[in-house]
């Protein structure tokens, strides 16, 4: 996965469509996007101009592994 973060020298952002933002308890939010190739987007509402993306393909495989338990060592 890449890490971006925008700096105030960089080329124009990617448009990304975010949907609305997944807030769990103590406002930690984290939201999903896609941009107009395809590519999917992590980001925290706490810095918007910072996100995780790669392959719709690879989102899928990180969502399912976090749901069969892959991350609970991080809990």
């Known amino acids: 996965?890449?890490?971006t973060t925008?700096?105030?020298t960089a080329p124009a952002?990617?448009?990304i469509d975010w949907n609305e933002?997944?807030?769990?308890?103590?406002a930690n939010c984290f939201r999903f996007g896609l941009d107009g190739s395809g590519r999917a987007y992590i980001g925290s509402t706490l810095s918007p101009d910072d996100y995780v993306s790669?392959?719709?393909e690879a989102l899928r495989a990180l969502i399912s592994a976090v749901k069969a338990g892959a991350a609970d060592h991080l809990l």
């Not at 933002?21 to 103590?26: D, H, K, N, R, W």
């Open 13 to 15: 952002a990617v448009a």
């Open 21 to 26: 933002a997944f807030c769990s308890e103590g």
């Open 1 to 3: 996965m890449n890490v």
């Open 6 to 8: 925008h700096a105030p």
């Open 54 to 56: 790669d392959s719709v």
